[in-house]
């Protein structure tokens, strides 16, 4: 069954550091997707690739946040530096439609800052 | 703003007791609403799509119904592996997910 990989699973690192994620989505799916979420809350939505063009990074922190899939397969999102609020597991998921629906999620990346 | 609320925030039922899981919502022109099945420190698991009220689907102890306010998730005889978070979204024309906070499940044996 096709899944959706990331990594690492887990990743500690101290404030001020570069940390960067990694997910190979559902071969054929055009749409990728980077979510946070944090613990008790549902995931909310980074940044939407399709293809390699991204269609909405409306709520990425631009200022420390950057993602991109040049080959518009694979995907890296960093965090340059880390603040001790961006401790939370980050979702990375795929989809087939263009237009969104049926969303696959990843295993995620539990992200600690100290 | 699209709007998705999960009740109660967490239900414990002993082994076997069927009970129903809430998602209200507020959006502009609903195109779908989705549950997902999560486990600890796993990703969330897509479980069903709605479309349009009325609509109803199940996949084995679940069924899930859609009401032009409110979906239910309802569980039937549940087994402890059922446990975990259920969480619900809404989809918009073509925006993106919004997702509830969920409902965290625990079934006793």
């Known amino acids: 069954e096709a899944e959706v990989a990331q990594s690492p699973r887990y990743k500690i690192t101290e404030k001020s550091q570069a940390v960067a994620f990694w997910c190979d989505p559902i071969?054929?799916?055009?749409?990728l997707y980077w979510y946070r979420q944090i613990l008790g809350q549902g995931p909310e939505l980074l940044v939407q690739?399709?293809?390699?063009?991204?269609?909405?990074d409306s709520q990425l922190p631009k200022d420390r946040f950057s993602a991109e899939r040049l080959k518009g397969v694979d995907s890296t999102l960093k965090i340059q530096p880390a603040e001790l609020g961006d401790s939370a597991m980050y979702l990375c998921?795929?989809?087939?439609?263009?237009?969104?629906?049926?969303?696959?999620f990843g295993p995620g990346t539990r992200l600690t800052v100290t | 703003e699209d709007q998705v609320t999960q009740s109660p925030e967490a239900l414990r039922l002993q082994e076997g007791e069927s009970s129903s899981l809430n998602c209200s919502y507020t959006?502009?022109?609903?195109?779908?609403l989705f549950w997902y099945r999560q486990d600890p420190g796993k990703g969330p698991e897509f479980l069903f799509t709605?479309?349009?009220a009325g609509e109803e689907k199940e996949k084995e102890r679940l069924k899930a119904t859609l009401t032009k306010k409110e979906s239910f998730l309802h569980i039937t005889a549940p087994k402890p592996k059922d446990s975990a978070t259920y969480l619900c979204?809404?989809?918009?024309?073509?925006?993106?997910?919004?997702f509830g906070k969920g409902t965290m499940l625990l079934v006793s044996p």
């Open positions: 690739f399709q293809d390699e063009s991204v269609v909405d």
């Open positions: 071969s054929g799916h055009a749409t």
């Open positions: 979204a809404v989809q918009a024309g073509y925006s993106t997910l919004t």
């Open positions: 709605l479309y349009s």
């Open positions: 959006v502009s022109g609903l195109r779908g």
């Open positions: 998921a795929s989809s087939l439609a263009t237009s969104g629906g049926e969303q696959y």
